[in-house]
């Protein structure tokens, strides 16, 4: 389907598309319309005769109004070739832009910089393949537009106060001010650590995500959490700090190692595990092409993945209950990645590994059933990610970092476990204990 854009670019205003011989049925291609190109627009329609039911021809005059400032003052064709999925926190919502080749598009990412200096945070490994387009992207603006970077090194191992305070330094030898922009360029650590900066650098400056790994760009950058890890457990010191938009250039993943992008996939699972089940069938048909990294697959698991993290956000930004799903299989995944030490085990493969782990429990507690076990293996295998932890972690040691779990409240630990028909999944400390001692036993050789 090809969008012809109108001249006109202001609110509300017209648009004409025709309708492909595959959308027989115009409800369809609306709501089609409505869910991947127009996210966070109205669809208005502009005469009577263009009822849908009185449906026929090709032509199609849709009137789109923005029902946010998403839209606003971005050129048409921009918009058709993206996806924007909208975080609804009242004052504090922003657009995720998703699509390909976004870091050639400078003026979204121009149109949410405030003030007149940007600290662009970076890592070794990202540094020379897209820093400078970022910084040209940024210049571009014009004006006294003062833009400086910051390269920390590459690594889970070096998401902590240490490295933090590498960007606090170059943000005060830069003379940041309190109107300044952070954008964090990168994957999930460095977009949790700029994240943190910039919600405590001077009490809080702006901040813009610019996510380049799967993860990043399925989770991480969307929702607020940012922080540093602490040796005694993952993530410990943060705040919720929301960003003024978050751009997905799909194109970055393409330098993306292939282990990087399976760990990511580890997130994608879970949405669908979690809360979308027609999702996780649709990860069931096209796997093989996700992992292939076709663009269409990978635009659309993004998309949907952010959707229903902001869908989540949105109901609960700092944690009440809902939330805290999206941490199904990190109970096990982050004690995983805590017994090995940062870094050996990639997070998502600790969340596949977790995930297993979970599943086994939910089957023990008679939660769920042996078929929907296997098909989270299966599908787990066919991503190439792994489906238990490395057996030198001990039944102790699991129990001893999952006893200092934020999920803990009262003594009892909390956990996110799957309840019922594929996507549904209770969080509660109302399970039965020994069925985490027999998963322990099961997964674990002492
Ligand atoms: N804040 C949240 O809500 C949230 C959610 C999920 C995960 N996380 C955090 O995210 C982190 C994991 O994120 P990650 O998996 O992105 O790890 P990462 O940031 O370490 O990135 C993985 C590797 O890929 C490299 N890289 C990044 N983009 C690249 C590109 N386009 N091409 C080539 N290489 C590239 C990185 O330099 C790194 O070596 C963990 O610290 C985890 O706790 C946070
Ligand atoms: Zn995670």
Not at 92 to 98: A, D, E, L, T, W
Not at 125 to 134: E, G, I, M, N
Request: charged letters at 25%.
């Amino acid at each position: 389907m090809a969008f012809a854009p109108a001249a006109s670019t202001s609110r509300p205003f017209a648009i004409n598309t025709s309708i492909g011989s595959s959308f027989s049925e115009p409800r369809v291609c609306i709501a089609k319309l409505t869910a991947s190109t127009f996210q966070g627009c109205r669809l208005v329609f502009e005469k009577e005769a263009m009822d849908p039911r009185s449906f026929t021809r090709t032509d199609l005059h849709l009137r789109v109004s923005a029902s946010s400032a998403v839209l606003e003052g971005m050129p048409f064709t921009a918009c058709g070739d993206m996806a924007v999925v909208n975080v609804d926190l009242g004052d504090r919502s922003y657009p995720i832009y998703i699509g390909s080749a976004l870091l050639d598009k400078p003026e979204l990412l121009q149109r949410h910089i405030k003030g007149q200096k940007v600290l662009v945070v970076t890592n070794t490994r990202v540094a020379p393949l897209y820093l400078d387009k970022v910084i040209e992207g940024i210049k571009g603006k014009g004006g006294d537009l003062i833009v400086e970077s910051v390269i920390l090194p590459d690594g889970e191992k070096y998401k902590d106060m240490e490295t933090l305070m590498k960007i606090f330094d170059k943000a005060i030898e830069t003379r940041m001010d309190r109107k300044c922009t952070f954008v964090a360029l990168g994957g999930g650590v460095i977009g949790d650590m700029c994240g943190f900066a910039a919600a405590s650098f001077l009490r809080g400056v702006n901040f813009i995500q610019v996510p380049t790994t799967v993860m990043a760009q399925v989770d991480s950058s969307v929702g607020g959490k940012t922080g540093v890890n602490h040796p005694l457990g993952k993530n410990l010191i943060g705040a919720f700090y929301q960003p003024q938009c978050v751009l997905v250039d799909t194109d970055t993943l393409n330098t993306l190692p292939d282990r990087e992008l399976a760990s990511g996939i580890a997130e994608v699972i879970k949405y669908g595990l979690i809360r979308d089940a027609p999702f996780f069938e649709w990860q069931e048909k096209n796997m093989e092409s996700l992992l292939a990294r076709d663009a269409g697959a990978l635009a659309y698991a993004i998309k949907r993945s952010c959707e229903n993290k902001a869908e989540v956000v949105s109901l609960d930004e700092k944690e009440g209950g809902l939330r805290a799903t999206l941490n199904f299989g990190h109970t096990f995944g982050h004690a995983i990645e805590t017994g090995l030490g940062y870094g050996e085990w990639l997070h998502g493969e600790a969340v596949a590994a977790g995930t297993a782990m979970a599943a086994d429990m939910c089957v023990r507690l008679g939660w769920i059933d042996r078929t929907l076990q296997s098909r989270i293996l299966n599908l787990l295998e066919r991503s190439k990610l792994p489906t238990a932890p490395p057996r030198h972690l001990t039944t102790e040691m699991f129990k001893s970092i999952m006893s200092l779990d934020k999920k803990v409240a009262d003594g009892k630990l909390k956990m996110i476990l799957l309840k019922g028909p594929l996507g549904n999944c209770v969080f509660t400390a109302d399970f039965d204990p020994k069925a985490l001692e027999a998963t322990l036993a099961a997964f674990c050789e002492k």
